[in-house]
């Protein structure tokens, strides 16, 4: 009966969705916050193992005290002593497999096994016995009196690895 009514609802002919634009915008907004993103997992992931590290140096650095002591002590049987040793431990490979003190079979051990450096992801340390230079990374081979990781990167707050 008359005239059809023209639908006004329709969108001249466009289909729906984003413009290209809208795409680029959203994909940069996207790409900053990744980009910022990274860097900070990464020094999560660094401070994590730097606090393994430290770790890993106290325990290593309190058997050698413990051995001392010991050795100090009487502990450490003549056959064990070396001329100029001071007390420390011939070798980190000591601190693991133990010594048996004098008029006893019982070994005491002061690590379970060498730790891994968490830096290196290797189970070897660098060693200084007290007669070497602190400066040095040569090690004399008398005793171990300190640990060190053999890592040359730099942490977090610019020291090296190899300082701590």
């Known amino acids: ?48 193992r730097e606090a393994e590290l430290k770790q890993t140096l ?15 002590r009487g502990a450490v049987g ?5 001329v100029n040793d ?8 000591t601190l693991v497999e133990g010594i048996t003190p004098p008029n006893t079979t019982r070994k ?7 730790p891994r450096d968490p830096m290196t992801g290797k189970e070897e ?11 040095s990374d040569s090690w004399g081979g008398q005793n171990v009196y300190d640990v060190y990781s053999k890592s040359n990167d730099a942490a977090l707050n610019g020291t090296k690895y190899k300082d701590w």
């Open 86 to 93: 001071e007390c420390y431990p011939p070798n980190i490979e």
């Open 125 to 135: 340390w660098g060693t200084r016995s007290i007669q070497d230079d602190p400066k």
């Open 58 to 72: 106290r325990e290593i650095r309190q058997a050698i005290d413990r051995y001392k002591f010991d050795c100090e």
């Open 78 to 82: 003549p056959l064990d002593r070396k």
């Open 1 to 48: 009966m008359g005239i059809p009514a023209k639908n006004y609802a329709s969108n001249s002919g466009q289909a729906g969705g984003f413009s290209l634009l809208e795409l680029i915008i959203t994909l940069a907004i996207l790409s900053i916050l990744v980009a910022s993103v990274v860097p900070l997992t990464k020094n999560n992931l660094k401070r994590q």
């Open 108 to 114: 005491i051990r002061y690590l379970r096994r060498t």
